[in-house]
């Protein structure tokens, strides 16, 4: 008799922990300073908010709709507020173009499952977000590199994808403050990735987890802005757009959207009703309630933290790492990105640095989809105040050092 494991969907082969868990796992070494975690200081949740939604939600005259199911698409007047800020930004569209999912990850689960067939190519950035690689495997794509940089775009497709017949079904990426890079792409970059999705027929994932978290610079118009620019509707657009309230608000409320066209919409609305029926019909209400109240002010705070924290970064780095390290200069999100002198290896410098020295990141080679990139490493500055930033990085620079 065969054991359950071999009874697994060939789709489960592709779904493996990554070793650097077992090395993060000494994360709670005393006195370990960690630059690993890419998540936001609790510090910062507007907790006494959200402790007056969730009881204003729980009232006796709310409870009828705050404990009980709701639409798929997801709670109305979040999905009107939504329209309302992305607006702002350049997208006009309406709540019938919006979706509310449990966080962005799961925009990115469904959006492998909308379009992806097995063999299919997707194109990414290498490196790009773990956590999207982590989805999209489960629907056994092939990946062919998508090179975002500055104000270049550019994809091995020609060779890769083309020749063999696969088809490309989308190009991934986060245009602003780049997971694990920190890096934007500027507004010709933008406009690359969009005649390159329109001669592929492709779709462009837009992910903008970051795109609130701007410390400095001019911002960048969204992709689905730049999008509907050329076209006059979003109706016409092949960018979907994901958001998320984790990185502002709170990630454990896993509260995210999609902005898209209307079939997209309604076809995701379809996978949502069969995976999980509808976000948490209490947590949208909260995050409405909040999010109306005091969102843009609260992000002012917390963009003001965390510039501080990359800046104290930013000066650390120039003034411990040695000659032939260079790292990104983000102007928002968490994560700076180094590339070590060739053959140093980034998972063997997290072991002595953990070992030695009590710091710890993320090492770059995780982030590649054809497992290169062994000499990069991510750095977050989100959970660290600027002393530890410097003591940290201090540290660091001495192990590299001596590496
Ligand atoms: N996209 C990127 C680039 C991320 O870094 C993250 C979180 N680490 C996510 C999406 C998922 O965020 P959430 O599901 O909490 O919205």
Same mark, same amino acid.
């Given at each position: 008799?065969?054991?359950?494991?071999?009874?697994? +969907?060939?789709?489960?082969?592709?779904?493996? +922990?990554?070793?650097?868990?077992?090395?993060?796992?000494?994360?709670?070494?005393?006195?370990?300073?960690?630059f690993?975690g890419g998540i936001p200081d609790?510090?910062l949740?507007?907790?006494?908010?959200?402790?007056?939604?969730?009881?204003?939600?729980?009232?006796?005259?709310?409870?009828?709709?705050?404990?009980?199911?709701?639409?798929?698409?997801?709670?109305?007047?979040?999905?009107?507020?939504?329209?309302?800020?992305?607006?702002?930004i350049?997208?006009?569209?309406?709540?019938?173009? %919006?979706?509310?999912?449990?966080?962005s990850q799961?925009?990115l689960?469904?959006?492998?499952?909308?379009?992806?067939?097995?063999?299919?190519?997707?194109?990414v950035g290498?490196p790009t977000y773990l956590g999207a690689?982590?989805?999209?495997?489960?629907?056994?794509?092939?990946?062919?590199?998508l090179s975002v940089s500055g104000n270049r775009t550019?994809?091995?497709?020609?060779?890769?994808?083309?020749?063999?017949?696969?088809? %490309?079904?989308? +190009?991934y990426l986060s245009a602003d403050f780049a997971n694990p890079t920190g890096e934007t792409l500027g507004q010709?970059g933008r406009?690359?990735l969009?005649?390159?999705?329109?001669?592929?027929?492709?779709?462009?994932i837009e992910d903008a987890a970051y795109q609130s978290l701007r410390y400095d610079g001019d911002p960048v118009q969204p992709v689905l802005a730049t999008?509907?620019?050329?076209?006059?509707?979003?109706?016409?657009?092949?960018?979907?757009y994901c958001g998320s309230f984790s990185k502002t608000l709170?990630p454990?409320?896993?509260?995210g959207?999609?902005?898209?066209?209307?079939?997209?919409?309604?076809?995701? %609305?379809?996978?949502?009703?069969?995976?999980?029926?509808?976000?948490?019909?209490?947590?949208?209400?909260?995050?409405?309630?909040? +999010?109306?109240?005091?969102?843009?002010?609260?992000v002012e705070?917390v963009r003001s933290a965390y510039r501080q924290r990359r800046d104290a970064m930013l000066?650390?780095l120039?003034?411990?790492?040695?000659?032939?390290?260079?790292w990104t200069r983000p102007e928002g999100g968490m994560f700076v990105w180094l590339?070590?002198?060739?053959?140093?290896?980034?998972?063997?410098?997290?072991?002595?640095?953990?070992?030695?020295?009590?710091?710890?990141?993320v090492?770059g080679?995780?982030f590649?989809?054809?497992?290169?990139?062994?000499?990069t490493i991510r750095l977050s500055f989100s959970l660290?105040?600027?002393?530890?930033?410097?003591?940290?990085?201090?540290?660091?620079?001495?192990?590299?050092?001596?590496?």
């Amino acid at each position: 008799m065969s054991s359950l494991p071999e009874s697994f +969907a060939s789709r489960a082969s592709r779904m493996t +922990a990554s070793e650097i868990r077992e090395l993060l796992k000494l994360l709670d070494k005393p006195g370990l300073i960690s630059f690993a975690g890419g998540i936001p200081d609790p510090a910062l949740f507007p907790a006494q908010e959200f402790a007056d939604a969730f009881a204003r939600g729980l009232e006796p005259d709310q409870q009828a709709q705050s404990l009980q199911y709701s639409v798929s698409e997801g709670y109305l007047p979040l999905r009107e507020w939504i329209v309302g800020q992305i607006a702002k930004i350049g997208v006009p569209c309406d709540a019938d173009n %919006v979706l509310i999912t449990s966080g962005s990850q799961q925009a990115l689960d469904y959006l492998g499952k909308l379009f992806l067939s097995p063999g299919d190519t997707a194109l990414v950035g290498y490196p790009t977000y773990l956590g999207a690689l982590a989805a999209f495997n489960a629907y056994e794509p092939r990946y062919d590199q998508l090179s975002v940089s500055g104000n270049r775009t550019a994809a091995s497709y020609a060779e890769g994808a083309g020749a063999d017949g696969s088809e %490309v079904k989308f +190009a991934y990426l986060s245009a602003d403050f780049a997971n694990p890079t920190g890096e934007t792409l500027g507004q010709q970059g933008r406009e690359n990735l969009l005649a390159l999705s329109e001669e592929l027929g492709c779709a462009v994932i837009e992910d903008a987890a970051y795109q609130s978290l701007r410390y400095d610079g001019d911002p960048v118009q969204p992709v689905l802005a730049t999008e509907i620019a050329r076209k006059g509707s979003i109706e016409e657009c092949r960018t979907i757009y994901c958001g998320s309230f984790s990185k502002t608000l709170s990630p454990g409320l896993r509260v995210g959207w999609v902005v898209a066209a209307k079939p997209v919409i309604s076809q995701m %609305v379809l996978i949502k009703q069969a995976a999980d029926l509808h976000t948490p019909s209490l947590n949208q209400i909260a995050v409405h309630d909040v +999010a109306s109240r005091i969102f843009d002010s609260h992000v002012e705070t917390v963009r003001s933290a965390y510039r501080q924290r990359r800046d104290a970064m930013l000066a650390a780095l120039s003034e411990h790492m040695p000659e032939g390290v260079s790292w990104t200069r983000p102007e928002g999100g968490m994560f700076v990105w180094l590339t070590l002198p060739s053959g140093l290896n980034g998972a063997a410098l997290l072991a002595k640095s953990i070992e030695t020295v009590g710091v710890a990141f993320v090492p770059g080679g995780a982030f590649y989809a054809d497992e290169s990139g062994a000499n990069t490493i991510r750095l977050s500055f989100s959970l660290s105040d600027a002393d530890e930033i410097n003591e940290g990085i201090r540290r660091l620079g001495h192990v590299v050092r001596t590496c």
